[in-house]
């Protein structure tokens, strides 16, 4: 495995998003990432390479394409990364922090059908980048993230935002040292009675004062081109939208 993003690499063994049902996938199975670019949201494009397998509740095995790269852009004047596999967040708020951007206890403003507060089987206690890379392939997944972030002193308070009428507490909008965090899937489907105008405008009005955000596009719970349809709509000409806070 690499120490860092700069090149696409497998995860293989029963590590990971690899762990999910590894025994019930075939033979070696493995899960591929891709690398990270600078560009922008129109560079977020679907790729054709397994990131994420696993059975649904009907019991098919899902194999699951992610992104062609994972994209580092600039939205509204703030840094953004946009993964696939939501774990990978991890490692760009300590990247953040190392570099300055974002302050140990940054509020997280979490947008997400799910909460992804499962706890991995150890807890992060790296002290470098490259420590922070490994754990976030190794030992966690898209569902065990949180906890071990805000355990190890990255985030501080937390607002979930899994639900419509979450949409209208707005009470971390003048909060500096923030972190806005997105999951696409909070767009799936089956979340289609959200309002979604309601939703841009929650989240136009916590872009100024984020000093970061993360996106994922959760390929096992949205296809890929439905959330990249979705991420654009979402952040594109963002300054042009506000709520009343």
């Not at 922008?40 to 062609?68: M, N, R, W, Y």
């Not at 490692?91 to 509020?107: Q, S």
């Not at 949409?167 to 997105?182: G, M, P």
Request: glycine letters at 6%; aromatic letters at 10%.
């Amino acid at each position: 495995m690499p120490r860092d993003y700069s090149q696409p690499f497998r995860i293989e063994g029963p590590v990971g998003n690899n762990a999910f049902s590894h025994e019930r996938r075939g033979t070696a199975p493995s899960l591929w990432v891709p690398s990270l670019m600078d560009g922008t949201l129109a560079d977020v494009k679907a790729g054709q390479d397994i990131v994420f397998e696993d059975f649904d509740e009907h019991g098919t095995l899902q194999s699951c394409p992610g992104l062609a790269h994972l994209v580092r852009a600039d939205i509204g004047g703030v840094p953004a990364v946009i993964v696939d596999n939501h774990n990978h967040a991890f490692y760009f708020w300590c990247e953040a922090i190392e570099r300055g951007r974002l302050e140990r206890g940054a509020t997280l403003i979490h947008l997400d059908q799910h909460r992804d507060t499962r706890i991995p089987e150890r807890l992060y206690d790296g002290k470098t980048l490259e420590d922070a890379f490994d754990y976030t392939n190794v030992h966690l997944n898209v569902g065990n993230y949180i906890v071990p972030a805000q355990r190890a002193g990255l985030i501080g308070e937390i607002q979930f935002v899994t639900s419509g009428e979450a949409l209208t507490d707005v009470r971390f909008v003048a909060r500096a040292n923030k972190i806005l965090n997105i999951d696409l899937d909070f767009f799936a489907p089956e979340m289609s009675y959200i309002d979604f105008d309601l939703a841009r405008r929650f989240v136009a009005a916590h872009l100024p004062g984020a000093a970061l955000i993360t996106v994922a596009t959760s390929p096992f719970f949205i296809e890929q081109d439905r959330a990249i349809d979705v991420l654009r709509r979402l952040l594109l000409m963002q300054r042009h939208h506000r709520i009343d806070a």
